[in-house]
């Protein structure tokens, strides 16, 4: 019985972060789509254009969103990469799809 309450917290909780949409903090995959051939998804050292690139994304990499933020006009998402997760940085939501 125990097991059951908690299994059913544990979905509840999870339906709760799920219906918080694409800015839910948490670590929801994501894809890079929508980058214009033969360029990449600058991820960034920080939150902004001013920020050192740290890597080119190419479409279809996919990320791990942590949390995301409006600075400015843009909404700028900190991310890790799903296969490498010790690369983190921050990308626009702009160029994220939900997977």
Do not use: F
Not at 47 to 71: F, H
């Amino acid at each position: 019985m125990l097991r059951i309450m908690v299994c059913t917290l544990v979905a509840g909780a999870l339906a709760a972060c799920e219906s918080a949409g694409p800015i839910a903090v948490g670590q929801a995959r994501y894809e890079v789509s929508g980058v214009e051939e033969g360029d990449m998804l600058k991820l960034r050292a920080g939150p902004g254009t001013g920020y050192t690139i740290q890597a080119g994304l190419p479409n279809g990499t996919v990320v791990r969103v942590k949390e995301c933020s409006r600075i400015g006009g843009t909404r700028w998402c900190e991310v890790a990469l799903d296969r490498t997760p010790t690369m983190t940085g921050y990308v626009s939501q702009t160029y994220l799809t939900r997977l």
